[in-house]
């Protein structure tokens, strides 16, 4: 069974912050904040519209890049948002086997 896909999207609310997050159904989750019933930091901050959006991609992999993109500074994410900045989320290092041969 294929594993399921998730998005990374990133909201501007009516107060100018950004907003980070991940969904299965972007448009869904976008109503669901502006509904007032999303996360609490964009319930005050409403209405938000999705101004970028990646994926699919796995939800391990959607998580790891949403803590990414949170580590970005306000001018990296404007650039991201413009398609001026591409940040590549890094390969994960091979596991190595406890047992055996050092």
Do not use: W
Request: hydrophobic fraction near 35%; aromatic fraction near 6%; glycine fraction near 8%.
């Amino acid at each position: 069974m294929p594993a399921p896909k998730a998005y990374v999207y990133l909201l501007c609310c009516a107060d100018g912050n950004f907003y980070i997050g991940t969904a299965r159904d972007v448009a869904a989750r976008v109503a669901v904040h502006n509904s007032g019933k999303g996360a609490k930091y964009t319930r005050p901050r409403r209405p938000v519209t999705m101004v970028f959006q990646e994926g699919p991609m796995t939800v391990s992999r959607a998580l790891r890049r949403e803590y990414q993109l949170k580590q970005l500074t306000r001018p990296q994410k404007e650039k991201l948002i413009a398609g001026e900045l591409v940040v590549k989320l890094p390969r994960r290092k091979p596991r190595r086997s406890l047992g055996g041969d050092c």
